[in-house]
């Protein structure tokens, strides 16, 4: 189905999310718990897929020009405001699972730190491992595809297609 404006085919695109999330919740709920597995194996697994090709090709800065340097460009106030603003969506979603949790004051902080700990691990190896590859901030912002990320990538393998490869998972 071609839609002929930009709005209309991200509305289209959101109209088929949410069915697909139907479908998943009203039939297939007996099987949550196994989708949420794959999906976390998944999570992982397209976590390495990205960092280990960065990390093995992408061009390096010096330790000390990467560890000596900060800038901040966030556009928040101090560093720690900002770092707690990105803690504090970590662990979220628990939060809003409490009432239908039979043991929730065990379950939720539990998982509130489990969640933390991981995407807390993972998101700080891929945040170095980014960093230390991007050699030059300017640059990657003004790249012609919008995505600075995808630019980064694209300076690690040297390929659009590997960079392709890097965003897919």
């Known amino acids: 189905m071609a839609m002929s404006s930009k709005g209309g085919m991200e509305r289209y695109s959101s109209t088929q999310f949410i069915l697909f999330s139907l479908m998943v919740n009203t039939y297939l709920a007996r099987l949550l718990p196994k989708i949420e597995a794959l999906v ?45 603003i ?33 995407n807390g691990t993972l998101g700080f190896s891929m945040a170095l491992a980014t960093l230390f590859c991007l050699r030059n901030a300017e640059d990657a912002l003004a790249t012609p595809t919008g995505f600075p990320f995808i630019q980064v990538f694209v300076n690690a393998t040297g390929s659009k297609a590997g960079a392709t490869a890097m965003v897919i998972p």
């Open 40 to 84: 976390l194996v998944l999570h992982v697994f397209g976590f390495f897929c990205v960092l280990i090709p960065l990390v093995y090709l992408g061009p390096h800065e010096s330790a000390r020009d990467f560890f000596a340097q900060f800038t901040n460009a966030g556009g928040w106030s101090s560093d720690g405001l900002s770092f707690f």
């Open 86 to 118: 990105g803690l504090s969506t970590r662990y979220d979603a628990a939060s809003h699972m409490a009432e239908e949790i039979e043991t929730a004051p065990t379950v939720i902080p539990r998982s509130m730190l489990a969640s933390v700990a991981l």
